[in-house]
């Protein structure tokens, strides 16, 4: 297994359809006219590319019951987000700017009303697809009695799949395949790490089999990470650890929290490069959480300085803002609807995505950052300076948390100041941060 070459280029702009459409909040009524939600995006494709970017994430585009995450129809564009030719439209826009396009497929569970499950319940255990699922069939079942069965982590609305059942592999496989021919370019899975590693490596030694080119990214919160990425065949898994180390450590002022994670980030990276992101779909806005601190463009720069495959959450880019909670419908906040074009958004958030510009440069211009490795050279609390390097090329990143400026050690070899603000004394060694400042060095040029 190799990762695509294409993907050591790759910046991902994530987008939550549903949401950035300002779809309905349940799927329409079944002879309601299609809404062409997917359609609204097209006009955001150059913004992607302006931005820097050239990777479109999308969360669930199929037809479901609700957030997307209940699929009830894997081969159908939902209803309020269009159809085949609304997908195929802006897939054929993305690639024509040289964007990719990144699906979400929720594999490990599906709504109620997929018609797999539906027959099952219709036909009990005798039905072609009962295996499909972890049913309890009640002794003596009868037509219409309501069975138990698995679920997602007690939400009983989400069907599990039962993984060890191989018509369910190769129905997923298919439905990846599906897609890849219709011009994806790879597959975000969702909840991966409640699936068996044995399931995806024969569903992804499937698929690749006909698209060797695509690219598989899990859906990982914690645990070891190499050994699931080995062991499920998978190019990538989600950066939790170094999310949490990121936004924890800026809002703390404890770079201690950070430089372990640093250390752990670099034993995956002798694995897998992983997929590294400050905000997404499922978790508070990154601007909640640090803007009010001044702490918010720290959190930029370790984005796209440190090794990984970036991710920009839409909305992020501007500032956006938005709490999570744990309640019915408390991830609206953090999946707003877009304007219909970008001339649309507010002033307020053109400096973050001037400074996006800018960092997103920075990584293009060096973009062996990828899967690279990093090595802490100054450590305080509020205090951090750090290498990012490969044989034969280095940057130096420095911060400061503190509300006064501050003088930080920096190896010799950092010499020309690339991003940010800094005063270098004329020998080199030491440099002059501003409050709340930070700096990105390169060798001499």
């Given at each position: ?53 050239s990777g479109l994430a999308l969360g669930p585009v199929f037809a479901s019951e609700t957030h997307g995450y209940d699929t009830t129809d894997y081969y159908r564009i939902d ?61 003596g079942w009868t037509p219409g009695t309501e069975p138990d069965y698995a679920d997602f982590e007690g939400h009983h609305h989400l069907v599990a799949l039962n993984h060890a ?180 958004l507010s002033a307020v958030g053109q400096p973050l995505y001037h400074l996006h510009q800018e960092l997103i440069g920075l990584r293009r211009r060096h973009h062996w950052v ?76």
């Amino acid at each position: 297994m190799t990762t695509p070459d294409w993907v050591d280029h790759v910046v991902w702009w994530q987008v939550y359809p549903l949401g950035f459409a300002g779809a309905e909040k349940a799927a329409l009524p079944e002879q309601a006219p299609v809404q062409h939600g997917l359609a609204k995006l097209v006009p955001w494709l150059d913004y992607l590319v302006e931005m820097g970017a050239s990777g479109l994430a999308l969360g669930p585009v199929f037809a479901s019951e609700t957030h997307g995450y209940d699929t009830t129809d894997y081969y159908r564009i939902d209803p309020r987000l269009g159809d085949d030719a609304d997908f195929d439209e802006l897939v054929t826009q993305a690639h024509a700017r040289g964007i990719r396009v990144l699906l979400d497929g929720v594999f490990n569970h599906t709504g109620r009303s997929f018609a797999p499950f539906r027959q099952a319940l219709e036909q009990g255990p005798e039905a072609a697809t009962a295996d499909w699922f972890g049913i309890t069939w009640p002794q003596g079942w009868t037509p219409g009695t309501e069975p138990d069965y698995a679920d997602f982590e007690g939400h009983h609305h989400l069907v599990a799949l039962n993984h060890a059942e191989p018509a369910v592999a190769d129905f997923v496989a298919d439905v990846m395949k599906h897609w890849l021919r219709r011009g994806a370019d790879g597959w975000r899975l969702d909840a991966a790490y409640a699936v068996p590693s044995s399931f995806w490596a024969a569903v992804l030694d499937n698929v690749r089999s006909e698209f060797p080119e695509a690219y598989f990214v899990g859906e990982y919160i914690h645990g070891d990470y190499p050994a699931d990425v080995l062991a499920g065949q998978l190019d990538s898994v989600t950066q939790y650890e170094l999310w949490k180390a990121v936004w924890s450590s800026l809002a703390e002022a404890n770079f201690y929290e950070l430089a372990a994670a640093l250390e752990r980030h670099n034993t995956f990276l002798d694995t897998f490069v992983p997929l590294t992101f400050i905000g997404n779909h499922d978790v508070t806005r990154i601007a909640s959480r640090l803007d009010p601190s001044g702490r918010l463009a720290h959190a930029l720069v370790l984005l796209f300085t440190l090794p990984g495959t970036p991710v920009v959450y839409y909305g992020d880019e501007q500032g956006y803002r938005g709490i999570k909670e744990d309640r019915a419908g408390g991830d609206d906040d953090i999946r707003p609807s877009f304007p219909a074009s970008p001339d649309e958004l507010s002033a307020v958030g053109q400096p973050l995505y001037h400074l996006h510009q800018e960092l997103i440069g920075l990584r293009r211009r060096h973009h062996w950052v990828h899967a690279a490795r990093t090595r802490v050279h100054t450590l305080a609390n509020e205090q951090l300076v750090y290498e990012v390097y490969d044989a034969g090329h280095s940057l130096f990143v420095a911060m400061n948390l503190a509300d006064t400026s501050v003088t930080v050690q920096v190896p010799a070899a950092a010499r020309d100041v690339l991003a940010g603000a800094g005063g270098l004394d004329g020998t080199g060694g030491r440099l002059a941060l501003q409050a709340l400042g930070w700096a990105v060095l390169g060798p001499a040029s």
